[in-house]
């Protein structure tokens, strides 16, 4: 069954679990900006996406770029969730999924170590 919550309570969730990110990490994320979407139309049941160039990849030529996005993805995740409290889980589990692909780590070690 899908849980329901508002657009905001979503939204807030996200920003919830960005805070939850030590600061050592966040103040080192850089040109990258967090967008909350209902669905990517190319992939309808994916949770998060990053795109843009990790931070691992960058080097003397990096510069002018749009930032890098982390979309999080609203209604797959609410459609795979029975309560409030696996929702929460969930949307943490996905932002830390993505911000760790902004700092060039891979989906084969995320899921090896539970944040898959």
Do not use: K
Not at 23 to 46: A, F, G, K, Q
Not at 81 to 98: F, G, K, Q, S, W
Request: glycine share 6%; net charge negative; proline share 4%.
């Amino acid at each position: 069954m899908t849980v329901r919550m508002s657009d905001d309570e979503f939204d807030g969730l996200v920003s919830d679990a960005m805070d939850t990110i030590p600061s050592e990490l966040t103040d080192n994320m850089s040109n990258v900006v967090i967008l909350v979407e209902p669905h990517n139309d190319e992939e309808p049941s994916i949770l998060g996406l990053y795109h843009g160039v990790a931070l691992t990849m960058r080097d003397h030529e990096y510069g002018g770029f749009l930032p890098d996005t982390i979309t999080i993805y609203r209604d797959p995740i609410l459609a795979m969730c029975r309560t409030r409290e696996e929702v929460v889980h969930e949307v943490a589990v996905t932002v830390i999924h993505e911000i760790a692909h902004h700092f060039g780590i891979s989906d084969d070690w995320l899921h090896a170590n539970g944040w898959g």
